[in-house]
């Protein structure tokens, strides 16, 4: 069985930093990429950024460039989101997902044939 466990969401004040976490056990974690994904209240789930099973990050959205890092940790099955300048408008209950293929990773959605989620933290960012 697989299990997605994202920790470290809280509320922040904008322009500080946080770093969420996500810890993954039951698949062959080297072997999977990574994404963090996100969604706020009334709009639909966007892909924040994505990592290969090597470390490569293809894919960040833009409004995160420059600010957000995902980083991986294979040795202990981990994930990482460390978000710096943070705005109002991060504001979302932010998703860990594994899957197979890291090019389809942007477009990841719950359902989808082995891809993996968690249940989310929330990441709240007050002006």
């Known amino acids: 069985q697989v299990t997605v466990m994202e920790s470290g969401g809280g509320l922040v004040q904008a322009g500080e930093s946080l770093r969420i976490s996500c810890t993954i056990t039951?698949?062959?974690?080297?072997?999977?990429?990574l994404g963090w994904f996100r969604q706020a209240p009334g709009k639909q789930r966007e892909a924040v950024s994505c990592i290969s099973w090597s470390g490569t990050v293809p894919y960040s959205v833009d409004s995160v460039k420059g600010r957000f890092t995902i980083s991986r940790d294979n040795a202990k099955r981990a994930v990482y989101l460390q978000m710096n300048s943070l705005k109002p408008e991060d504001t979302a209950m932010y998703y860990c997902?594994?899957?197979?293929?890291?090019?389809?990773?942007?477009?990841?959605?719950?359902?989808?044939?082995?891809?993996?989620w968690g249940q989310g933290t929330q990441v709240t960012v007050s002006s």
């Open positions: 997902a594994a899957g197979s293929h890291i090019s389809s990773c942007p477009s990841w959605a719950p359902g989808d044939e082995s891809v993996y």
């Open positions: 039951g698949l062959t974690f080297d072997d999977y990429a």
